[in-house]
């Protein structure tokens, strides 16, 4: 077990070096989240209460930690696990004591760091400079968080799959970036979609887990509501690891 730790604490030192010599990755992890807030709050302080009953602060905030998970986990680690595969680091790791499982978790494991911190900041921060108060359930908040960054990780690898090259990685992970912004609740609060669009994109990967984060904001959702979005997210951490598993290439598209 220590000697498991070990391997993972090297990996996840050897990925911060790395991740701190690529100027654009560090500004998607660092900088990109903070301009999506302002972006976020801009868009959602002209929708009315009547469609918003949470307020345009805590949709922010909201929206905002959804924001921050998929900038900083999902995008740049889509990024750096194609870019260690091209250049041979994934192959190379292979042939040494590192599980599969290990690699992929050493390597994730500074975007998920920064991204937790992140979202510590701006829920202290935020609620500060928008007198939203604390969070109304700070764990389920917490259980929100993790269950994201637990679906997002398999599901950077995966698109890797189909990311030939670093340059074009900002291709392949905008379907995904864009379909979870708009439909699960992040640069669109789910109460101002129709009931037909909302009750479809309930079943979207991260609809799931931003229903834990907004219920833990916002106090709202009943005990029904978050079986449901508790399962619908484990059911897609499932499909995503398995998928991960079955498709990830470890060495480069040729």
């Given at each position: 077990m220590n000697l498991a730790h070990?391997?993972?604490?090297?990996?996840?030192?050897?990925?911060?070096?790395?991740?701190?010599?690529?100027?654009n990755n560090l500004f998607i992890a660092l900088l990109m989240p903070v301009m999506m807030v302002f972006?976020?709050?801009?868009?959602?302080?002209?929708?009315g209460l009547d469609d918003l009953p949470s307020g345009p602060a805590a949709a922010t905030l909201v929206g905002g930690t959804g924001m921050v998970l998929m900038l900083v986990v999902y995008m740049a680690l889509v990024s750096a696990y194609t870019a260690r595969r091209e250049e041979l680091v994934l192959k190379r790791l292979?042939?040494?004591?590192?599980?599969?499982l290990e690699i992929l978790?050493?390597?994730?494991?500074?975007?998920?760091?920064?991204?937790?911190?992140?979202?510590?900041?701006?829920?202290?921060?935020?609620a500060v400079a928008l007198d939203t108060g604390a969070p109304e359930r700070p764990l389920l908040l917490l259980a929100g968080v993790l269950t994201a960054v637990v679906l997002l990780v398999p599901a950077a690898a995966l698109t890797t799959a189909i990311t030939r090259n670093v340059e074009s990685a900002g291709i392949t992970t905008l379907p995904f970036f864009l379909l979870s912004a708009v439909g699960s609740g992040m640069m669109l609060p789910t109460e101002v979609l129709p009931d037909p669009v909302a009750d479809v994109c309930a079943f979207l990967p991260m609809s799931g887990a931003m229903e834990l984060i907004r219920s833990g904001w916002t106090g709202t959702g009943g005990a029904y509501e978050l079986a449901g979005a508790a399962l619908n997210a484990l059911a897609w951490i499932v499909i995503s690891v398995f998928?991960?598993?079955r498709w990830f290439r470890w060495e480069p598209r040729r």
């Open positions: 070990g391997r993972l604490a090297a990996l996840g030192r050897a990925e911060l070096t790395l991740l701190g010599r690529n100027k972006i976020l709050r801009s868009s959602v302080s002209g929708i292979r042939t040494g004591e590192a599980t599969d978790t050493g390597s994730s494991l500074p975007p998920v760091v920064i991204a937790l911190l992140q979202v510590l900041v701006l829920s202290v921060g935020g998928a991960c598993t």
